[in-house]
């Protein structure tokens, strides 16, 4: 098991990783702009302190857009990962990434024939939207369970956060 942060605050960041429990941090534009810092500056700092996998979601909801965000992003350190929708564009995006060696998260997955999709796309994690499914009375964590059960039976490489 592995504990990935879901936020932009650097103090959070800090006093978390400090313990030792840190493996990844996803975030997106919303939770940058909170902070009042820019998407690279805190991409940066968070990736100085973080290891593991450090999600920076693109804003484009083309692939041409996409593949430039992204491509951009992984300049930023070795452990970035292009985080995309989970949109026919976000998938195609997958593909690109895959190809050229540059990992990817998927988030805005609301069920288990999208993740099929996802990991059949080459992405290298999924973001599950369980708290959103659990706003409206859906079991998120039904969906967890019947995604690692998927992705173990047909040998998907694909990690679920």
């Not at 493996?23 to 909170?34: C, E, F, M």
């Not at 909801?61 to 992984?74: F, Q, S």
Request: proline share 3%; with cysteine.
């Amino acid at each position: 098991m592995q504990f990935f942060l879901d936020t932009a605050n650097i103090d959070a960041i800090k006093k978390y990783a400090a313990w030792g429990m840190v493996d990844g941090v996803t975030t997106n534009p919303t939770l940058i702009a909170k902070e009042g810092v820019s998407l690279e500056k805190r991409i940066k700092e968070i990736a100085k302190m973080v290891k593991g996998p450090i999600s920076a979601e693109v804003i484009a909801t083309d692939v041409k857009g996409m593949l430039a965000e992204g491509r951009h992003y992984a300049k930023w350190g070795k452990n970035i990962y292009v985080k995309v929708p989970c949109t026919p564009e976000g998938l195609q995006a997958v593909g690109v990434f895959k190809k050229e060696g540059i990992k990817t998260n998927v988030t805005l997955v609301f069920s288990a024939g999208q993740a099929l999709l996802v990991a059949k796309a080459g992405a290298d994690l999924v973001s599950p939207f369980i708290g959103r499914l659990d706003d409206i009375a859906e079991d998120g964590m039904a969906l967890i369970g019947e995604i690692m059960t998927m992705y173990e039976n047909y040998n998907f490489d694909t990690k679920v956060l």
